[in-house]
């Protein structure tokens, strides 16, 4: 199998756990889809676009991914993977217990699913019941038909999958996919819902709806974690595991409603505060920024203020950066400047940085001068400001760092001028670099982000050099020197090599030319190893 097989089943073994404990069919089906994406391997070459996302400054990177999606049209024949999606079912449980012509339709039907031919497949499993219904196979195969038809799509199919799936509750109680075919319905009426079948979008919404009206008491303190989940979704210690499951299915239904009928929905889960909804809040808040309607900013704002559970109140402020709107940055502000949980407050300035704002940008900045913020938070605001590359900010900043006593928020300053690529930032790291009233090590500091800015030009740092008497600078300069690739950058160094009189000095530069990849470099050591 090649290399892409092979990826193909590594990652089909961490989706689903160990092979061995899935079946033999679960295993056909993961090694065909590897084969699937085996001979799809020319067209992942559009895939190179992905790679556009390793930045993720102000999602530039995204630009690439149109592109790679176009690779993507090769790996139709993955469609195995998505029964991974069904229920697994053991070697020994699955594998058929009697021979005859129920044993052989039933297989036959297992290969028309396997091969993607659902309509024919649901056929098949449908004539297992009708000519055997007291077979053993009876029951899964209304299960399998259910499926089938779910996956050939369309509204006449998806409700008569939904009556498959009653039926089968109705007549095979003790089936072993009866419990996935709760999960299996809740599936299909989120997709009836998002085509606008108004019955099944009130299933969605009742079950995803509380279970009960929650009592006025005193929010509970968030539990302590149990450790890693086993799988995705797991239902907290004591909570009802199949209930569970089926409205966190519903939940993700609700993506397909519009925002005027699934924010009430929403906002009924993210009020509830017993411990087995935890993990459904986490998603709620999810789905609420994914709504742009009128309660949105209100809703995310109180899931933030007053939630038990941190990750709850981390995840609202964050979301809240992905909406666009005044309210929005004055929640966010209200936020920073209330909240008493230091993640939280870490978020709210994240989020604040996302909004390209002026007001957002006022906030952060007033943030950063409040005697009472603690350091580590003011730092984050610092770098976030530096993003922001406007001459509010670089007017701000400048004025800022001589006030500052703190020499790790000088060192962000420094960083974040750095960051700003504009004249006036270029000049004041020089600037600050020869200031003898500065200390030298946020001088040393300046020089080595000058250092890395390309339009930073040589000339000017070797001027810095010649005017420079204190050896700490210097030793700087000839760091900096050996990490520029132009050769003004090595004539430098071959020139302080020769003639610098501190033997000190001369020796470093000779080691970073060493290091040089310059043919001129190697030349003049020759010269110093063999002199004339």
Avoid at 27 to 55: C, N, Q
Avoid at 284 to 295: E, K, N, T, Y
Avoid at 364 to 376: K, Q
Avoid at 448 to 466: I, S
Wanted: hydrophobic share 40%; charged share 30%.
């Amino acid at each position: 199998m090649s290399r892409i097989g092979c990826m193909t089943l590594a990652l089909a073994s961490l989706a689903v756990g160990p092979l061995e404990s899935q079946g033999a069919w679960k295993r056909a089906e993961i090694e065909r889809a590897a084969r699937a994406l085996d001979a799809a391997g020319p067209a992942l070459v559009g895939l190179e676009g992905l790679k556009g996302l390793d930045g993720l400054k102000g999602l530039e990177g995204l630009k690439g991914l149109a592109a790679g999606l176009d690779g993507l049209m090769g790996l139709e024949g993955l469609w195995s993977l998505d029964l991974l999606n069904a229920p697994v079912i053991r070697d020994r449980e699955y594998e058929p217990t009697q021979q005859g012509p129920v044993d052989s339709l039933y297989r036959a039907a297992r290969q028309a699913l396997s091969a993607g031919r659902y309509q024919a497949a649901a056929d098949e499993f449908r004539r297992v019941w009708e000519r055997y219904p007291r077979s053993s196979y009876a029951g899964d195969a209304m299960y399998w038909s259910a499926f089938a038809l779910y996956r050939q799509g369309g509204t006449q199919n998806l409700r008569a999958a939904v009556q498959l799936v009653t039926q089968q509750a109705e007549q095979y109680r003790d089936a072993r996919t009866r419990r996935d075919a709760d999960v299996l319905a809740t599936r299909i009426r989120g997709e009836l819902a998002r085509l606008g079948d108004p019955s099944a979008a009130e299933s969605i919404a009742v079950l995803a709806g509380p279970a009960a009206p929650v009592p006025p008491v005193a929010a509970l303190a968030p539990a302590a974690p149990s450790g890693r989940r086993g799988r995705r979704d797991a239902p907290p210690q004591g909570c009802d595991d199949q209930d569970y499951e089926l409205r966190m299915e519903a939940l993700n239904a609700l993506l397909q409603m519009d925002a005027e009928r699934a924010l009430p929905i929403l906002q009924q889960v993210l009020a509830r505060r017993d411990a087995c909804s935890v993990e459904m809040r986490r998603k709620a808040v999810f789905l609420v920024s994914q709504r742009r309607g009128a309660d949105t900013e209100e809703t995310l704002l109180a899931a933030a203020r007053s939630d038990p559970d941190g990750e709850v109140r981390a995840q609202a402020v964050f979301w809240l950066s992905q909406v666009p709107t005044d309210q929005a940055v004055s929640a966010l502000d209200s936020i920073l400047a209330e909240s008493g949980d230091r993640e939280v407050q870490e978020k709210a300035i994240f989020a604040l940085s996302q909004h390209r704002s002026e007001r957002a940008g006022q906030i952060l900045r007033r943030y950063v001068e409040r005697m009472d913020a603690p350091d580590e938070l003011k730092a984050n605001a610092i770098f976030w400001l530096g993003q922001r590359r406007s001459p509010e900010t670089f007017a701000f900043l400048r004025d800022l760092y001589p006030r500052l006593a703190s020499l790790e928020l000088k060192e962000k300053v420094i960083f974040s001028m750095s960051e700003m690529r504009t004249e006036e930032s270029r000049r004041w790291l020089l600037d600050l670099a020869n200031n003898r009233s500065e200390s030298v090590e946020m001088r040393k500091k300046g020089l080595f982000w000058a250092g890395q800015r390309r339009d930073v030009p040589v000339a000017d740092l070797a001027r810095l050099y010649d005017s420079n008497d204190d050896r700490e600078i210097k030793e700087q300069l000839i760091f900096v020197y050996s990490q520029r690739r132009e050769g003004e950058a090595v004539d430098r160094l071959m020139s302080i090599a020769e003639t610098e009189p501190d033997r000190e000095l001369r020796r470093k530069a000779i080691f970073w030319l060493g290091q040089s990849k310059d043919p001129r470099a190697a030349e003049f050591l020759l010269r110093l190893i063999n002199p004339r």
